[in-house]
């Protein structure tokens, strides 16, 4: 393979493994700041441990973040040398911003963590929550700005293929960030919910009826039902935004060929040689509503552009795959909602295998999503700017920085899982309540 296709390879496996500590350190410290401040409120040390416990897990992935976030970093400048020259310095207010807030969140996080029990009144501990949830947001926001740009690149002009008048603010500010911004933030945020609900869900499967998981799963799965729904809105918002700015995107996703009026949805199904549509459900005007907000909103259709310049048309399938997975997420916490609403059996082990289920489905989307987002500007690294293949290096050695980085990838992976179980299963949550003398 050419240096550009392992440069490819390389590059979509760190920021796959990268995603998944990024979530939930962008997830988890809202978690834990809304279980503290719920048990401050409450007088209920259940939910104050659960915001200790949360934090001593999250502190592990926020290292493992770091390295691969650090990874992603070197890799701009060493495999896309071309973009950093072109555009290096566009993007640099970003990229600045975003590593100053990821210290000012790991400050406030060193102080969170050694100041348990060191405050005469608990809420004082709590507001030392809120900037690790700044921090983690806005490194969050900061980044996603740079993905948004190479999607919708603003805020320069051109001038004898270079870039002059830089204005950086445009730039971060361009068409894509808002609806990005929204869908990574919210996405993140269910994701995480889902995480912890599928942790708590485990351990009642597994015997450990203590009230800690129960409420643990209670508060989660009202935080993954209402983060749910708001990720579903940031992706109808990022449907209007496709069909407005990135058209072939769109198209590409929901194999729409020829532009119309009240075009309709495709779920599942398969192209044959002619790229014939088989086997698909067909909604009726459902893509123009979600394109345009109209039944008769006018889809633009992938045959408008040139053959080079179209996305991989098996982004309908990583489509599909968010949709279908998002229904799910919104349906099993609904359901749990309505059945403890009801009071009926809440703890029902088929209701449990659900919601666990709900965990690794969550990253599936989140994987899926960023795939779609990557791929799906394809051939470009900057829509109409830059190709891929020009932007990357020449060098010889891409496949040995791929060997090294999936072994290093690799121990980080199992490094944490070890560390991880033996943290908690050293200091079980009975056990601790009982250390700190908690009368029940």
């Not at 020259?85 to 050694?114: D, M, R, W």
């Not at 014939?276 to 008769?296: D, F, V, Y």
């Not at 293949?389 to 496949?399: I, L």
Request: glycine content about 8%.
């Amino acid at each position: 393979m050419d240096s550009a296709t392992l440069s490819r390879i390389l590059t979509a496996e760190t920021l796959g493994f990268h995603i998944i500590w990024a979530t939930i350190g962008v997830g988890v410290p809202v978690l834990i700041s809304l279980a503290e401040a719920w048990g401050i409120y409450k007088k209920d040390p259940h939910y104050i441990l659960m915001a200790r416990r949360w934090t001593r897990g999250f502190v592990i992935t926020v290292a493992v973040g770091v390295v691969t976030g650090t990874s992603i970093g070197l890799m701009l400048s060493l495999l896309w040398p071309r973009f950093m020259q072109l555009v290096g310095n566009v993007i640099s207010l970003p990229l600045f911003l975003e590593t100053f807030a990821f210290f000012f969140e790991a400050i406030f996080l060193g102080i969170y963590l050694y100041s348990w029990d060191r405050f005469k009144k608990p809420v004082y501990h709590w507001l030392t929550s809120i900037p690790i949830v700044i921090g983690s947001t806005f490194s969050a926001i900061f980044i996603t700005t740079v993905n948004a740009f190479m999607n919708t690149p603003a805020g320069f002009t051109i001038k004898n293929g270079e870039l002059t008048n830089i204005q950086p603010l445009t730039a971060m500010f361009n068409p894509a960030t808002p609806t990005k911004v929204a869908h990574v933030l919210s996405s993140s945020y269910v994701t995480c919910a889902f995480l912890l609900a599928g942790i708590a869900a485990y351990c009642l499967l597994r015997g450990r009826n203590h009230s800690y998981y129960k409420k643990a799963l209670k508060m989660t799965m009202i935080a993954g039902f209402i983060l749910a729904l708001a990720t579903a809105v940031a992706g109808d918002l990022s449907g209007k935004f496709l069909a407005k700015h990135v058209p072939e995107k769109l198209a590409a996703a929901e194999w729409h060929f020829e532009t119309q009026t009240k075009a309709p949805l495709i779920l599942g199904g398969y192209l044959d040689e002619n790229n014939e549509i088989k086997g698909a459900i067909q909604i009726p005007w459902a893509l123009s509503i979600l394109g345009k907000g109209t039944p008769n909103g006018e889809i633009i259709g992938l045959n408008e552009f040139p053959v080079d310049e179209r996305p991989p048309l098996y982004l309908h399938y990583l489509f599909d795959g968010m949709v279908l997975i998002g229904s799910y997420l919104i349906i099993i916490s609904l359901v749990f909602l309505i059945v403890w609403w009801r009071k009926k059996n809440l703890w029902n082990p088929w209701m449990l295998r659900g919601i666990v289920l709900a965990a690794p489905l969550s990253f599936i989307a989140i994987e899926l999503g960023w795939i779609y987002a990557e791929v799906g500007r394809q051939p470009w690294i900057i829509r109409g700017l830059m190709y891929t293949n020009e932007a990357a290096t020449t060098a010889d050695n891409v496949g040995t920085l791929l060997v090294v980085f999936s072994l290093l990838y690799l121990a980080l992976t199992l490094i944490s899982i070890f560390v991880l179980i033996r943290l908690f299963r050293k200091k079980s949550v009975e056990k601790e309540l009982e250390e700190r003398r908690i009368i029940l």
